[in-house]
């Protein structure tokens, strides 16, 4: 059994003080407010309780189909009742990811059940190779925020059998892990990786070792998430994606979006939540860099584009779904001001489509991804602007989104992605981070008491953890 959690903070000094610390080019910049928080939410903010609810019985639809069509699997299959599994062995995606979403909302019967098949079915034993990044935002992100709530040590023995099964990942000549890792054998592949799968392990990993005592966790995560930072550009730019044996760049654009934006999310919440200051100047750095050189305006509104990470060079005016995570993070950080120019642009995605798409040209307003697989980044930064500012607009914006997309995606068998806002085609798809995120920052919208924020740091799966003080 693992130590009890009351007793967790006792180690938290030893899992910090076995780090290894970056490179410094300048000492890192401290934070002027009390607790690490650049700015705290607004101590009340009233219910809008016919919103949760609306919100409520959306993932009612959702997480009944789910077990009509798709129990015991990975994920539903809403147009044709069916269902998907990741691997040749479900690992349980949609009930782990869902877990917390449910009590929050107060379905408890509904987490019951989730959580007794979690308990008899898991079984993480299997002859098959996983992708690290997904399996450790989803899973033990939500193992370790259920252990967190429930304090039943069946949880984190399931996140530690997981942190170490995945921990051959690490084994590169760099320190930063492979994309892949077999959960039974251990044998590693595709050392092409991208920043974003290589920092968004950091929360998960780290908490790990602050829940077990056993810093190992901790310090491959950090030892990753250094490995990328050190190897930044003469702008303090990453590129998407590097050779992780080699340490050497393959792709050197530099954006915030896909295979890049939660590297960035994590510098910042890794500090917040662990205290560590080598997270804080990394942030600080990076965060300069992005506004410097990604930055950029057109018609008097905020986009981030993509440039060469050495040269600063512009090669692209992409911005899509995805992106729309960094209000969010940038409101978090207390950059409110520039988080909500930029989040009014991500509103401009909606109103001139609908629903937002995937990506597109800003300099033009064209469309290039049409499809919308049930994203949660542009309500989850209403959320936060919500709570950070309690101006109602933000509130408002958000329930705006939340009801374009549940009207979008409805059908019978649950919600479904979409191939093209446009067109208003439908995927036979529902991730199940629609339960996990998108379905959790619409319904705080609406109970935004329910969580403490200032408490808790949610990983990238929304997944919410506690830091230990």
Known sequence: MRIPFARTALITTLALSACSVPERNTAPVANPAAGRRAVHAVAYLPADSVFAEEVRKAFLHAWNGYVAHAWGHDALKPLSGGFRDWYAHPLLMTPVDAYDTMRLMGLDAQAD????????????????????????????????????????????????????????????????????????????????????????????FGQLSLLTGDPKYYDAAKRGVTAVFNRRSPLDLVGTSLNVETGDWVDTTSHIGGAIDSYYEYLLKAWLLFGDEDFHHMWEVSHAAVEAHLADEVDGHLWYGQVDMTTGQRTSTRFGALEAFWPAVLALGGDVDRAARLEESVALMFSTFGVEPGSIDYSTMDIVQPGYPLRPEAIESAYYLYVLTGDERWRTMGQGFVRAVLKAARVDGGFASLADVRTGEHDDAMPSFFLAETLKYAWLLGRPGAIAFDDVVFNTEAHPLLPLR
Do not use: C, H, K
């Open 113 to 204: 059940s989730a959580r007794d098949l979690i308990f008899r079915r898991m079984d993480l034993g299997q002859d098959m190779t996983v992708q690290v990044f997904e399996v450790t935002i989803r899973l033990m992100g939500g193992l370790v925020s259920a252990y967190q709530r429930d304090f039943d040590p069946r949880w984190l023995d399931l996140a530690a059998e997981l942190g170490d099964r995945l921990m051959p990942a690490f084994n590169s000549p760099t320190g930063m892990p492979y994309v892949r890792v077999n959960l039974e054998t251990g044998a590693v592949e595709e050392p092409l990786n991208n920043p974003a799968e290589i920092g968004t392990l950091m929360l998960e």
